[in-house]
């Protein structure tokens, strides 16, 4: 069936660091991606999006393409805060939804 | 503010007494979903609904049941909670259930079941 893996964390950067969270998919047909964030106490929220191949969504400074001959739709941000932590969330959508499990970002001062 | 508001933020119950959390969207999105989030395990799918008076089962439907009676409202019923049943639970709706929506999520309501 479809799955969506990213790397587990926790992942600790330091601020201003350049950050990737991995995600890669697998599916039977082409699913929306979508990266989510989750602050501490708070729902998930959607960041970005891509619909189709080579797209590349874009939000906050956070940025992530749908690499469809890779399957990822890894996340990118080129300077990190540290109100950036949270956890990430990568999903697929076609039929149902899927999710990933998560990965806890820590950004240190 | 466009928003999905779920009720409780916080309840600790004992075993085997009914409780109902609610959830309503001021969006008038058609899709709604219940999802339950526990460490190690990431979010699961409880029951979803593609519109009114549609619901189906998700991956973990067991102990939970819906309704779906206005196109706004879809409230999580455990008729009789037990303590696997603890856990941070989130509504999301979205416009449609069309590969390219996004979700909206509450706050989450998190249960204790004792």
């Known amino acids: ?109 | 503010e466009a928003q999905v508001t779920q009720n409780p933020r916080y309840l600790i119950t004992v075993t085997g007494k009914k409780l109902t959390v609610t959830c309503s969207q001021n969006m008038n999105h058609e899709y709604m979903s219940w999802y339950r989030q526990d460490p190690g395990l990431g979010l699961r799918q409880i029951y979803y609904s593609m519109n009114v008076e549609a619901t189906d089962k998700g991956d973990v439907p067991e102990g939970y049941k819906v309704s779906r009676k206005e196109k706004r409202n879809f409230p999580l019923i455990l008729e009789s909670p037990s303590p696997n049943q603890t856990s941070l639970y989130f509504c999301a709706s979205s416009p449609g259930s069309g590969a390219s929506y996004g979700y909206t999520f509450g706050s989450g309501t998190r249960l204790t079941v004792v």
């Open chain 1, 1 to 109: 069936g479809d799955s969506v893996t990213q790397m587990e964390g926790p992942v600790t950067l330091s601020e201003e660091a350049f950050l990737t969270i991995n995600c890669t998919y697998t599916a039977t047909g082409y699913p929306s991606l979508f990266w989510y964030v989750q602050y501490p106490g708070e729902g998930l929220q959607l960041l970005l999006k891509a619909t189709k191949a080579d797209d590349k969504g874009s939000n906050k400074g956070f940025e992530a393409t749908y690499r469809k001959e890779t399957t990822s739709f890894h996340l990118e941000k080129g300077s990190v805060q540290v109100s950036d932590s949270a956890v990430y969330f990568c999903a697929g959508r076609d039929d149902k939804i899927i999710f990933g499990k998560g990965t806890r970002l820590h950004i240190l001062p």
